[in-house]
């Protein structure tokens, strides 16, 4: 039983960095989006910094993503839902 988050950091565009927290599950199971960034940051560095600090919250709280994923959990302004992961 495998279960882990993995933090992906994103330039969709120019100079707009995103990032996202995914739950990989156990084999065979759909991936899942946990949290992801509410906007664009400047820097690629920036967006790992604020990547990596919802992440420790994450897994600090044990695993919010199996119960109630909200990031008002940890006192963050955010609303936070699973969501599938995509994979084309």
């Given at each position: 039983m495998n279960k882990e988050l993995q933090l992906?950091?994103?330039?969709?565009?120019?100079g707009h960095f995103y990032w996202t927290i995914v739950y990989l599950?156990?084999?065979?199971?759909?991936?899942?989006v946990v949290d992801y960034s509410?906007?664009?940051l400047p820097t690629r560095?920036?967006?790992?910094?604020?990547?990596?600090?919802?992440?420790?919250?994450?897994q600090r709280a044990?695993?919010?993503?199996?119960?109630?994923?909200?990031?008002a959990r940890f006192g963050w302004n955010t609303d936070t839902v699973p969501g599938?992961?995509?994979q084309g």
């Open positions: 992906i950091v994103d330039q969709p565009s120019a599950g156990e084999h065979g199971e759909d991936h899942s509410r906007g664009p560095s920036s967006a790992m910094n604020a990547g990596m600090a919802a992440l420790v919250g994450h044990g695993s919010p993503w199996l119960g109630q994923a909200s990031g599938v992961l995509l």
